[in-house]
């Protein structure tokens, strides 16, 4: 089994990984949401569990088996999965935010299907920012101790390293990684870019595995000894 031949890099950590798109409901048959098919967060899941890690994976919809040894929190909602982050997050010493999070939802949800009027104008929908799950993460006590290592994603279309390096202290996390190449969602390949303090590195286009693989030893080399 693979699983044995991974060196247990993060031994005595504790990985919490969100993944997958959100969904926000506009009423009970529709809603909003981002591509995302969760590979690169469950391929991290998986990696930091061979790596040894206590790995919990709270996810958004997605059609993917859970990895192998994962505890994994189903959600829904950018409020249902930060509510799940705060409630895993204190025991966590590694925060792996994959996932795509809808910037807005609907100001409110409603109860009943909306119904075409006849009028043939459409209903008008009003959003509301969603709470930034990596930034509070990230501003927390632990992780301004150096207790909880924070690792952010960029999903951009244009300009990846300028805008990377600007979320990285936007979101005040030491590590940010960026997809590179503009159609990754759903492939099982992708190439990516690790940007720290020091600035950017490729890691070559490969399997996602392979690459969270990769993003875990980076991970490993960058978080202090495990908790005691
Ligand atoms: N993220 C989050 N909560 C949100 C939005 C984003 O935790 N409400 C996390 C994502 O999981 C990712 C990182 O923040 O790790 C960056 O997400 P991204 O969408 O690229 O950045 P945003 O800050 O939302 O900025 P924008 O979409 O405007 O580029
Ligand atoms: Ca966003």
Redesign the pocket.
């Known amino acids: 089994l693979v699983a044995h031949f991974q060196p247990k890099v993060l031994m005595g950590h504790r990985v919490l990984v969100?993944a997958g798109p959100t969904f926000e409901a506009i009423d009970p048959v529709r809603g909003i949401t981002n591509h995302s098919s969760g590979k690169m967060g469950f391929a991290i899941a998986r990696a930091a569990h061979e790596a040894g890690a206590e790995v919990t994976l709270v996810c958004g919809p997605v059609h993917l088996p859970t990895p192998w040894g994962v505890r994994r929190v189903q959600v829904e909602s950018?409020l249902q999965m930060q509510a799940a982050v705060q409630a895993e997050v204190d025991r966590a010493s590694v925060f792996v935010?994959?996932?795509a999070?809808a910037?807005w939802r609907p100001a409110q949800a409603s109860a009943q299907k909306i119904k075409k009027d006849g009028s043939g104008l459409p209903p008008t929908l009003s959003f509301v920012e969603?709470?930034?799950?990596?930034a509070g993460v990230a501003a927390s006590d632990r992780a301004r101790r150096g207790e909880l290592f924070c690792v952010?994603?960029?999903?951009e279309s244009h300009d990846l390293e300028t805008h990377a390096q600007a979320?990285r202290l936007r979101?005040g996390v030491p590590l940010l990684v960026g997809n590179i190449g503009p159609t990754t969602f759903g492939q099982d390949h992708n190439a990516l870019l690790l940007v720290d303090e020091h600035g950017c590195r490729a890691v070559p286009h490969g399997p996602k595995l392979a690459l969270a693989r990769q993003l875990v030893a980076e991970i490993a080399r960058r978080v202090a000894a495990p908790p005691v």
């Open positions: 969100t950018a935010a994959a996932a999070v910037d969603n709470p930034d799950i990596l952010g994603f960029a999903a979320k979101k």
